[in-house]
């Protein structure tokens, strides 16, 4: 199956209500393969299709650096997980020199590479697995990667060994640290039953304290 023309075909341009002014192609109410399960989708090549929403957590990073684009600007920034690619774009909007966007996922790639181009930015859609390769970037940005132990505990370790800023925004997913960062800002994020147990998220906005502080 073609990553492209599957995300063409199964999605549609929406904005997410807490950053209206970028659009994706994410998954509606209107496109019943998203009513399907992970095993029916396994069944037709295809993973479980985390671009095809913009998650709170995703949604308050990059609200967060849309309204302080000090933050990337001028900067290779490193959007681990992307997803959709929603924080990745909101760097390249805040005037980021590079932006990465590192997904395990080929149809993620593929959203990717869409709503950049659906947005008018250059974003770099990688997909491999960039656990420890900060040395590249100057900021890391991560959206909502905490909800599995395995991959929070070597996402974090590797993240506190990088010698680069982290920003991390999280709605309080049960394996999101509870220490060693710098809370920068709070959202009230609007999203949908179908993902979460309530139609607001409040999600943080986060900083990795570091020895340098």
Not at 70 to 81: E, H, P, Q
Request: aromatic share 8%; proline share 7%.
């Amino acid at each position: 199956m073609n990553p492209d023309h599957f995300v063409r075909d199964n999605s549609q341009l929406l904005e997410p209500p807490l950053v209206p002014e970028i659009r994706l192609h994410l998954a509606s109410e209107v496109i019943p393969l998203w009513r399907k399960t992970e095993e029916e989708l396994a069944e037709i090549g295809v993973p479980p299709p985390y671009w095809a929403f913009a998650w709170a957590g995703g949604q308050a990073l990059a609200r967060y650096l849309l309204d302080n684009p000090t933050i990337a600007a001028n900067k290779r920034v490193l959007d681990f997980g992307s997803g959709s690619g929603l924080v990745a774009i909101a760097a390249a909007k805040a005037g980021a020199t590079h932006v990465t966007a590192a997904d395990i996922d080929p149809f993620a790639i593929a959203a990717i590479t869409r709503n950049a181009d659906a947005n008018n930015v250059m974003v770099h859609a990688v997909a491999e697995n960039v656990i420890g390769t900060s040395d590249r970037f100057d900021l890391i940005v991560v959206g909502d990667m905490c909800y599995e132990r395995p991959l929070a505990e070597r996402l974090m370790a590797w993240l506190k060994n990088a010698e680069t800023d982290v920003l991390l925004g999280d709605p309080g997913r049960t394996y999101f640290p509870k220490t060693g960062l710098v809370q920068l800002a709070t959202y009230n994020v609007p999203t949908t039953r179908e993902l979460e147990d309530r139609e607001i998220r409040q999600t943080g906005v986060w900083r990795l304290e570091r020895d340098w502080d």
